[in-house]
């Protein structure tokens, strides 16, 4: 079956930090993946989507960048965190080409800055 | 700029009840469109897929969908505690790579 893995489940960074969150999935091959942050009152939004190793596109411009160095691997990094940055972390995969099927979530990551 | 709206709430509902959730979007070119249930803290859950007009059954629960008016809902007939949640309404426009637009989601209270 396919599963989806993301860590770490909580994370506290100082302002001005770096960040690496993983994802990584299991039971598919060449998934599209995606990076969406929650933050508190706000709808789900779209950062980072990618189609293959190597290939990402960004939604929203910010201090955020997004790595894919393997076909089930996908990972949010970003220099020095603000503030802003703080949310709740979600990546999602669909089946590749099965761009009409719902797409599935890990777990989560909830970011706190301080 | 694809859009999609639905009521925050809180929307609350008593135990036993039908609770009617609803969602709107902008995009004509919409081809797929889900719900998703996120209970506090958690990721979302997907609950119901529909992708031509009219109702879907699923258990408890009904997705209606209105291409026309661009509207789609949620029914959720004999509504327990457990459905206490916040409800998202996503969709697919195009069919393209670019993933789902979602609302920022419904509310649901049910009243024991």
């Known amino acids: 079956s396919q599963t989806i893995h993301q860590w770490p489940a909580t994370l506290v960074q100082p302002v001005g930090s770096p960040l690496s969150l993983e994802c990584t999935v299991e039971g598919t091959s060449n998934p599209n993946l995606y990076w969406y942050r929650q933050a508190a009152g706000r709808g789900l939004q779209l950062l980072f989507y990618s189609v293959g190793i190597g290939q990402i596109s960004s939604e929203v411009p910010q201090n955020l960048s997004a790595s894919r160095p393997q076909d089930r691997q996908f990972i949010l990094s970003s220099k020095k965190l603000l503030l802003s940055d703080s949310g709740f972390y979600l990546c999602?995969?669909?089946?590749?080409?099965?761009?009409?099927?719902?797409?599935?979530f890990g777990n989560g990551t909830r970011l706190t800055v301080t | 700029q694809k859009e999609v709206e639905q009521n925050s709430g809180p929307l609350s509902v008593p135990e036993g009840a039908i609770a009617s959730l609803n969602c709107t979007y902008s995009?004509?070119?919409?081809?797929?469109f889900f719900w998703y249930r996120q209970y506090s803290g958690k990721s979302p859950e997907l609950i119901m897929s529909i992708y031509s007009n009219g109702d879907k059954e699923d258990g408890r629960f009904t997705a209606q969908l209105n291409k026309a008016s661009q509207y789609v809902s949620l029914l959720i007939r004999d509504s327990q505690p457990s459905d206490s949640a916040t409800y998202l309404c996503?969709?697919?426009?195009?069919?393209?790579?670019?993933?789902?637009?979602f609302g920022k989601g419904t509310h649901l209270i049910i009243q024991p």
């Open positions: 996503a969709v697919n426009s195009g069919g393209g790579a670019d993933g789902l637009t």
């Open positions: 999602a995969f669909y089946r590749a080409g099965s761009y009409n099927s719902p797409l599935h």
């Open positions: 995009d004509r070119g919409s081809q797929s």
